[in-house]
């Protein structure tokens, strides 16, 4: 059973910077592609980035030079640096495994989310 746990989130003005982390257990994490996602109300769920077992990556054009995602395998965690930060950026970000390629698009497993607020 894979689990997923969210941190890092919180309250930000813009401009502010914030670094999520999702620290995942029940599943060899190195062989896994990894991406972050994110929920506004009333919104869809949208790809933010995504990363590959071998550490390629893309990002969604809003959020591209700003956010970074990054993996450490050795800690079995995923990172999301998020700076520049814009008041469309609040939300809940959740991290996912994927089943397969990213290509499939398919997620295994999600983490319970971390709230992002944006605000000044």
């Known amino acids: 059973q894979v689990q997923l746990v969210e941190s890092g989130g919180g309250l930000v003005q813009p401009g502010g910077s914030l670094r999520l982390s999702c620290a995942a257990s029940g599943v060899v994490f190195r062989l896994y592609a990894m991406g972050w996602y994110r929920q506004a109300p009333g919104k869809q769920r949208e790809l933010v980035a995504a990363i590959t077992s071998g550490g390629g990556t893309k990002y969604a054009d809003s959020v591209k030079g700003r956010f970074t995602i990054s993996r450490d395998n050795n800690k079995n965690t995923l990172y999301l640096q998020i700076n520049s930060l814009k008041p469309e950026d609040t939300a809940v970000y959740y991290c996912?495994?994927?089943?397969?390629?990213?290509?499939?698009?398919?997620?295994?497993?999600w983490g319970q989310g971390t709230l992002v607020t944006v605000s000044s």
């Open positions: 996912g495994t994927y089943r397969g390629s990213l290509a499939a698009g398919t997620i295994q497993a």
